[in-house]
């Protein structure tokens, strides 16, 4: 059902006869997901200041119409908003950025809203928790998480996810290159000199970041455990492909950075290891 009906939507399988929508550089495709992502994430990011500026006594709302709205589902449509201006900022990033740094690997799916089933998946029911939470148990909320944690976590690590792309330029992709292109190089400055994988760090990070947003704390742990078991995967998989492309340069760099996601280890030793 999930691949079917949402995910194709995310991919567009039923728009293929409008020429605009037909391929995944087509327009109209980057014209949606921009208006769609802008527009939702710009009203939730305006409904979070009215509901700060409440909160501060700086504005007085009324909620007469509305008497369901307690004090803790006020915290609770904060962290909402603040969540989900989040995930459209993330999304309209990913393509912008790459369209500035590597336009000609720009598409429709350079968004990543069509990630993958899992992902969507994973917001689905993170959603669930969420909602389930603010009608039901209100008052189950950590709600210290969002400013204190989650809302810091998600804008550094969105920083950091930019600037790995956008230092890496043209020698990023959302995919992992198995043939090296000629303007593929090792990059290693900037953000590069911290972390090998920046762009991993700050998706890690972000990933987890969201669930300290809406105060998720079953899907905080499992937001941890999904994206460590992915990223160890990604990871050890890229590095391969690095070995390949640059067998002398990237055990050296290796030695001089640091992974950034904790319990990651490089394959760089474990090779040399059983070379010897």
């Known amino acids: 059902i999930l691949k079917n009906g949402i995910q194709s939507k995310l991919d567009f399988e039923d728009w293929s006869e409008y020429p605009q929508f037909s391929t995944k550089k087509g327009l109209g495709r980057v014209a949606l997901l921009t208006f769609c992502l802008a527009v939702t994430g710009t009203l939730h990011l305006l409904v979070g200041i009215l509901i700060t500026l409440e909160r501060c006594n700086l504005l007085e709302m009324q909620s007469t119409g509305a008497p369901w709205i307690d004090e803790n589902r006020w915290i609770l449509l904060w962290q909402w908003c603040a969540y989900m201006a989040a995930v459209c900022s993330f999304h309209l990033l990913e393509f912008f950025v790459t369209v500035l740094c590597n336009p000609t690997q720009a ?76 303007n593929h190089v090792l990059v290693t400055h900037g953000i590069y000199k911290v972390f090998r994988h920046p762009s991993y760090v700050g998706f890690f990070y972000w990933s987890i970041g969201t669930q300290f947003l809406l105060g998720n704390v079953l899907h905080s742990i499992l937001f941890t455990v999904a994206s460590w078991g992915f990223f160890n995967r990604r990871i050890a998989y890229e590095e391969e492909s690095l070995v390949h492309h640059f067998p ?20 760089v030793g474990s090779n040399e290891r059983k070379r010897d």
């Open 107 to 182: 598409t429709s799916d350079s968004f990543l809203v069509n990630h993958s089933i899992t992902y969507t998946l994973a917001a689905l029911t993170s959603w669930s928790e969420f909602w389930v939470r603010f009608w039901f148990f209100p008052s189950w909320n950590l709600a210290i998480m969002s400013p204190l944690f989650g809302l810091p976590m998600v804008m550094i690590s969105q920083t950091i996810r930019s600037l790995a792309m956008g230092t890496a330029g043209e020698s990023f992709n959302h995919i992992i290159q198995t043939r090296r292109k000629e």
């Open 248 to 267: 002398n340069d990237y055990p050296e760099y290796v030695s001089r950075t640091w992974m950034g996601i904790p319990f990651i280890k490089s394959i």
